[in-house]
């Protein structure tokens, strides 16, 4: 099992970069739980709104509009457990996320792909997904493998069960990727505990990490629902990733943006913990700005970086182990 080195944890020495003191993420909390209380957000899925209404939060069945109220954010962020392990089919490749720990994993998903024989540039298929999990499985420097490319050659509307056969079959490393809706987290998970030797086996070594993004601003939308209420009803992780856009779908200030990235994820983390407390997750970013000029997301740029560090500060804040991206 591995436990990667700490970054910037108090102790002789170390570089860190801490974009927050204590008193500002306080700050960026309390207006969270604001926008949660006052606003609220947009939920699509009918059986989400029930478990939403049955944990205490005012419901606008018209609007479909749940306003929460602070005490069941915090009893959320509080029952949502500090400690991830990802186990890998090679225990080997076994991680413990914890504290401020850091791990480094792939990203998706590349929509094309660069021939390696041919050098033409062309859409992935189902082969191209296992060999992109089998190089990943190769580095060394690669802790967990979430998906890199998805299958084009087969029928999209199951597309992520095609790509976890082809990502289980081809790597030893822990998994993590979407499920897309609840129909195909149910038959990945399936897989997984085919391949773990059973629920009992899957339950104590995880294998499979899933994900999902709300969509900004403040929406949890039904396939969203389905995946976090299907990850506590497996008792599997799942990775509540914002994808916010300073400038586009978000404010355009870093603060104004943080604020709605952290209030889709804090309401999805709070579904999660409804539906099963306990259910381990990750405080997921793939938030940036906008490239206001060309409307693009600017990843790789200098506000992204900024965010990537704030974001990973209100992990910490928060006790939560984290997932950033596009740095």
């Known amino acids: 099992m591995k436990r990667n080195l700490h970054a910037g944890k108090r102790l002789s020495g170390g570089f860190s970069l801490n974009v927050f003191t204590d008193d500002e993420c306080d700050e960026i909390h309390l207006a969270t739980l604001e926008v949660l209380q006052k606003t609220g957000i947009f939920v699509e899925d009918d059986q989400a709104l029930e478990i939403f209404h049955g944990g205490g939060a005012i419901i606008d069945q018209k609007r479909k509009v749940v306003k929460l109220p602070p005490h069941i954010v915090e009893d959320g962020i509080r029952t949502a457990p500090q400690k991830l392990f ?3 089919r090679n225990p080997k490749n076994d991680i413990v996320l914890e504290s401020n720990r850091v791990a480094f994993t792939t990203f998706g998903e590349g929509v094309f792909i660069i021939d390696p024989y041919t050098g033409e540039l062309r859409k992935p298929d189902k082969t191209d997904v296992g060999n992109a999990a089998k190089l990943a499985d190769y580095l060394d420097e690669i802790d967990v493998y ?3 490319i998805g299958a084009h050659d087969v029928p999209q509307e199951v597309a992520q069960i095609h790509n976890a056969e082809a990502s289980f079959n081809n790597t030893s490393k822990h998994l993590i990727m979407g499920a897309f809706t609840g129909y195909q987290l149910d038959k990945i998970v399936e897989m997984a505990t085919i391949i773990a030797g059973g629920k009992d086996e899957l339950r104590q070594r995880p294998i499979y ?4 993004c709300p969509v900004s601003p403040l929406q949890l939308v039904k396939d969203t629902c389905e995946i976090i ?12 990733l914002s994808m916010a856009m300073a400038g586009g779908s978000s404010p355009v200030t870093l603060a104004g943006t943080l ?4 209030a889709e994820i804090l309401s999805g983390i709070v579904l999660s913990q409804l539906t099963r407390k306990g259910t381990p997750i990750l405080y997921g970013s793939s938030t940036t700005a906008m490239d206001l000029r060309m409307g693009s997301a600017a990843v790789g740029s200098p506000e992204c970086a900024m965010i990537n560090a704030a974001v990973a500060r209100l992990a910490r804040y928060y006790s939560l182990p984290s997932f950033v991206a596009g740095g």
Do not use: M
């Open 146 to 148: 979430e998906r890199a």
């Open 209 to 212: 990490t899933t994900s999902t």
């Open 229 to 240: 209420i299907g990850a506590a009803k497996h008792n599997i992780g799942v990775n509540i």
């Open 86 to 88: 990802l186990a890998g």
């Open 259 to 262: 604020v709605t990235h952290n």
